[in-house]
């Protein structure tokens, strides 16, 4: 139950959670605090056996003579304090090295895995990593040393201490014998009570140790339950009007969160933005690498909040909009979009996968894709499984994914689709289908934004805004912005000359 409950918590807080390396860090010491949960209840039975048995003991010394009790605790009480000393030395260390045992995790698994291993073998990438790999063990490996080195130290002064103890009470208990005090029948049992007391108080102590030890782990948890509930995706809100006419972005500024405080403030992602989404169309964002354009997309589909300014649903804000109810209208085919483990049947269907799943509405979502092709060329049709490195499993190619992310999204049926490069790895032929799929789409009334870098595709387009740093430079229909002979003309021009130049005359010969 309760990693299940990190699970939910971790799938709902904001993306800028996620992506955040100090609440990343505190998912990853939290996932142990299920399973601590779990072992404390063990531990807390020892405890309890071991108290019993312990106030036994206590209780027949006391009987036996008063001055035996002070004793058994004396000797006790630095191994107590040993084993806390450690286990706290531990915890802190534990956190400390988190980050650098998760990269090496991080490491090792990029040695094995399918997706890196072209490279390691093409560009011998593997004895760089291994180098690494290596590096990163020695200094665990010192740190234990370390740990290990303070806890021998911590140790030899407990067991000192535990021995000076002994001998005082075997002292004692020898001092009484002499003087007449205590019968020897006395004095045995004595020996019996102290060794079983001792016996039974390190228990306890050791058991009480690892209780708190485990306890420390379940505070990570309960720390990021709490943290993942002021993370959370807020819900409910202001409900956005039915069929709105425009969205609109109104001095939209925003930039991600920057790692190192103390670093150059960087420029934002989006540099107060001011432009207009007309529904019902195509809308364009044109720009180079870097200029924003994802990030706009990110932020309309309530991925990131704005730092400053608004967007506003025809005048509803989205900020204090239901952000559940806003995801439902958006369909995203994102520039990563996931490439799922699982059957190509699911990889379509996840689109939406609260709504059951009919066969119709699947191959209407694959034909409108054009992704039949893609269907029937496998093995097991859309039952084919997609993950390589499992039994049954296939590999579909980039263009072949692309096809099936963007039948996931029309599969969603969301009335604004956002297409970010759908077509940067398909071939001519797909390329075209899929922007006549595209515009027959906005033709019923869907709306899309499409992000591209192929300006010929970008001619059908009812509004076309340009990108260049975080600002919008143009916006305008795709006939005025090359009548202006700004930014979109000249990118235009470029890409249109590579076709219509001349290729170098060979001399013959
Ligand atoms: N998750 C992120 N965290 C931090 N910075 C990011 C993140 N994503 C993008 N950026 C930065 O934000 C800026 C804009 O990136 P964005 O992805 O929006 O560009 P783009 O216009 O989509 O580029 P491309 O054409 O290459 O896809 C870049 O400078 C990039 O480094
Ligand atoms: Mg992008």
Do not use: C
Not at 46 to 63: E, H, Q, Y
Not at 357 to 386: H, K, N
């Amino acid at each position: 139950v309760a990693t299940e409950m990190y699970l939910e918590r971790a799938a709902v807080v904001e993306l800028a959670a996620i992506e955040d390396h100090a609440f990343h860090k505190l998912l990853d010491t939290a996932q142990y605090g299920a399973s601590s949960a779990r072992r404390m209840i063990m531990y807390g039975t020892r405890v309890v056996n071991a108290m019993i048995s312990l106030i036994t003991a206590a209780g027949v010394l006391t009987v036996l003579h008063p001055a035996l009790l002070p004793l058994l605790i004396t000797m006790t009480i630095p191994s107590a304090w040993g084993a806390l000393t450690n286990a706290r030395r531990r915890y802190e260390s534990f956190h400390t090295w988190v980050q650098h045992a998760r990269a090496g995790h991080l490491i090792s698994a990029l040695l094995t895995e399918p997706e890196a291993a072209p490279e390691i073998r093409v560009h011998g990438v593997g004895p760089f990593l291994l180098r690494h790999y290596r590096a990163m063990s020695e200094t665990a490996e010192e740190e234990q040393a370390r740990l290990a080195r303070l806890a021998a130290r911590t140790g030899l002064i407990a067991a000192a201490w535990t021995g000076l103890a002994t001998v005082a009470t075997y002292a004692t208990l020898g001092g009484l014998l002499l003087s007449g005090a205590m019968a020897l029948s006395v004095a045995g049992t004595a020996v019996i009570a102290i060794r079983s007391g001792s016996t039974s108080l390190n228990t306890l102590v050791l058991e009480i140790n690892t209780l708190h030890e485990e306890a420390l782990f379940v505070g990570d948890l309960e720390r990021l339950y709490v943290e993942a509930a002021e993370r959370a995706i807020p819900v409910g809100g202001d409900p956005l009007p039915d069929d709105p006419r425009e969205i609109r972005f109104e001095n939209v500024t925003f930039a991600y969160p920057s790692d190192h405080p103390g670093d150059a403030v960087r420029r934002p992602a989006l540099d107060d933005v001011t432009l207009t989404l007309p529904l019902g169309r195509i809308v364009a964002l044109v720009g180079e690498n870097g200029s924003g354009k994802t990030t706009l997309v990110k932020l309309l589909a309530g991925l990131y909040q704005p730092d400053r300014g608004r967007i506003l649903w025809d005048g509803v804000d989205a900020a204090r909009a239901d952000r559940q109810r806003l995801a439902e209208r958006i369909a995203m085919v994102a520039q990563d979009f996931k490439r799922w483990p699982f059957t190509a049947k699911v990889n379509v269907a996840v689109g939406r996968s609260s709504a059951p799943l009919t066969d119709e509405r699947l191959a209407a979502s694959v034909t409108e894709a054009g992704a039949e092709e893609v269907v029937e060329d496998l093995p097991r049709g859309l039952d084919t499984l997609l993950a390589r490195n499992f039994s049954g499993g296939h590999e579909l190619s980039g263009g072949q994914w692309q096809r099936l992310g963007i039948a996931r999204a029309a599969y969603r049926r969301g009335h604004i689709l956002i297409v970010d490069e759908p077509t940067a790895a398909l071939d001519a032929r797909a390329e075209l289908e899929v922007f006549e799929k595209i515009r027959a789409l906005a033709g019923n009334g869907q709306t899309v934004v499409l992000i591209t870098h192929r300006l010929a595709s970008v001619r059908h387009a009812d509004l076309v805004h340009v990108l260049d740093q975080g600002r919008v430079v143009e916006s305008g229909t795709p006939d005025e912005l090359l009548a202006n002979g700004g930014v979109y003309a000249e990118l235009y021009a470029l890409q249109a000359n590579q076709f219509t130049a001349k290729p170098p005359v060979r001399k013959a010969g």
